[in-house]
């Protein structure tokens, strides 16, 4: 498979933070169109993963390649506009005077560039997205009052209102309950196959992992130590979880 | 005491006008500094004003100059200190802080000669503002308020989150280095007006009680804005008619704007609302009542609720 067929293409990097090595000689090829998995504990570096594919961490050796777009200084700003980030935690006070219509459009905005302002498209692209979601029914409301599950979910349509072609999620059903965490789960699912995403999710969730991706990557201390499909990664699971 | 009978004195003029440009500026720049959580940089950046304008007052050069030069020193130190210090934000600010602080003292003490002009920069005295005043905080309140309107997409976007704002491609550095600059223009040009020591309460007061009360970003900046002017003007009429210092009672007048918002904040007294207000009721929940049979059928199949080893998972 020649390199332009992956969307998420990293060869050989290492990263570290505060001096200390998170990613070592680390390789991953994510085919376009595929919803991909990475499974591993806390402080494996799994966050860094997601980061290093946005840009956010620097990469001290090896390349990245994200639709065939070099990581660099000018490759960066056109990799931004393919790729929608949905973090792991985000910490909003419930009177911060934001709107949940507003966190939404804000999706739109790196796309647009400086100067320019919402146009009749940019308002769509948030209202498809709301509405795909099932949350335009808050837009008005003040976002730091929405519950964890009502949070997540416009924080995923201000992703697809960006209008990516790849989709990096950060343990995107930490603190959810139960309810909304299948809730999202089915979401991911649908949003990955209707807009033709590649997906990227890194997370500790068993379920989330088994219940949505094509395939599930292991990580641990930096390194990808093996791949499963999603049935074998929950029998692999089920045996632990009986032992 | 009518308003025509104030505006007949020149310097009272200029006082209302200042108090108006102060706080307008203050205000708006205090919307960005409350909303980010960063009121301890824009408390080192009045700090560092200050110790600006007394070195140039020590040295024989317009205070003025020398204050914003050091302002745009610590906003240059202070930027990367707090995004990628090895100690905590809070450390390394309070470090600046108290250096800027020992820097100030030590500045004040070398000022020869009577420090009537030095004290005058850390108080402040509206009623003593020049035309040059003015024009200072005029040419900083349309420079602000024209970025403002500018940017205003990219600095909502990273007063909601910064990381994410960079993920989607909006220059976050670039909005936080602005913020850090126009905050401490803001302050060099209100020293004269309001103070290095009181400069940074009518920053901070009238955006923070526009945030107990404002819905949406713009409307916070109308409501701020008004705050900061109703202050100034307050504090000034009352210095007037009391015959106390002008800076404090503006002060005052900000910090009990505050507790107004606070109690009259609608925000206060609503609850977060409820996961499902607004929505049809889950299959789990219908009626009212819990409905097991739905749970479980929803349920996957392997699901069970322990927890894990995952380093035994990943063994091959």
Redesign the interface.
Known sequence: MGNDAYSILIKDICTAY?GLPVLESFSLQVPEGELLGV???NGTGKSTLIKVC?G?VPVASGEVRISGYRMSREGI?FI??L???V?QS?D?D??????AG??VM??R????G??NR?GPGDQAAADDALNML?VK??AG??FG??????KQRVIVA?ALA?EPKILLMDEPTNSLD???K?RICSLIREVHVERKLTTLIVS?D??LL??TCDRIM?M?RGHI??ARDPSEF?H???G??H? | MTVLELLQDDFMRHAILATFLAGVTCSCVGVLVV?MRISFIGVCMSHAAFAGALLGIILGLNPTVVALIFTLLAAAALGPLADRG?FSPDTSLGIIFSSTLGIAFLLLSLVPGPKTEALGLLWGNVLTVGKIDIIILAAVALAIIVLLR??F??V??V???R?????????ATAVFYGILICSGLTTVASLNAIGGLLVFSLIINPAAAA??I????R??FFISALFGVLSGWGGLWLSYLLNLPSGALIILCSTLLFFGAVAFSS?KR?W????VS??PR?E?CQGGKLNPEAGLQ???E???R?P???????E?
Not at chain 2, 272 to 275: E, I, M, S, W
């Open positions: 505060h499974f591993g504990p946005l956010l700003s931004r506009k790729t929608a980030y973090p985000f909003v419930r009177r911060m005077p934001v709107t507003e966190v804000m999706g905005f790196g796309r647009m400086l100067f919402i099932g029914h808050l409301r003040t009052r929405l519950s964890g599950g009502e201000r960006q139960w309810e909304s299948k500790h068993i379920d088994a219940d292991l641990e130590i093996g929950r692999c699971c089920r632990q979880r032992s | 909303t090895n500018l940017f997409k990219e909502q976007t007063v909601f989150n990381e994410m704002a960079l993920a989607s491609g909006i220059p945030y107990q404002a819905s949406d970003l409307s916070m925000k609503s977060p609302a409820k996961a607004d929505e889950s789990i929803g349920k996957p392997n699901d069970s322990q894990c080893s995952k380093s035994a998972l990943m091959e």
